[in-house]
């Protein structure tokens, strides 16, 4: 059974910076596609980043390419979301979780199961 647990979200003033941490447990983590995802109030789960499997490429959504970067550490079993120059637009509770493939087409995560998220709220 996999297990997403996420953390590092916090409150921030627009312009700064958060780096959100998800460990992932039930799986063999070198083996999927990862990404982040971001859930507005009011809105649906969104995909914000997808890396492959090796770490070797990675894909942003328009509205945070140049601001974030995603990274993983299969040997720790984590992914990793850096967030800088942070908007109020930002604001939402981060989950992650696999992706089927690496591909633009691509957003519907692989598992059913979630975490609790990480809340991140950007405001002045």
Excluded: H
Excluded at 26 to 40: E, F, H, P, S, T
Excluded at 89 to 116: H, I, K, M
């Amino acid at each position: 059974q996999v297990v997403f647990v996420e953390s590092g979200g916090a409150s921030v003033q627009p312009g700064g910076s958060l780096k959100l941490s998800c460990k992932v447990s039930g799986i063999d983590l070198k083996n999927y596609v990862m990404g982040w995802y971001r859930q507005a109030p009011g809105t649906q789960r969104e995909l914000v980043a997808r890396i492959t499997s090796a770490g070797f490429s990675r894909s942003y959504d328009d509205s945070v390419q140049g601001r974030f970067t995603i990274s993983r550490d299969n040997a720790e079993s984590a992914i990793y979301l850096e967030m800088n120059n942070l908007k109020p637009e930002d604001t939402g509770t981060y989950y992650c979780n696999a992706l089927t493939r690496y591909s633009p087409t691509v957003t519907e995560a692989w598992f059913d199961a979630w975490g609790q998220g990480t809340q991140v709220t950007v405001s002045s």
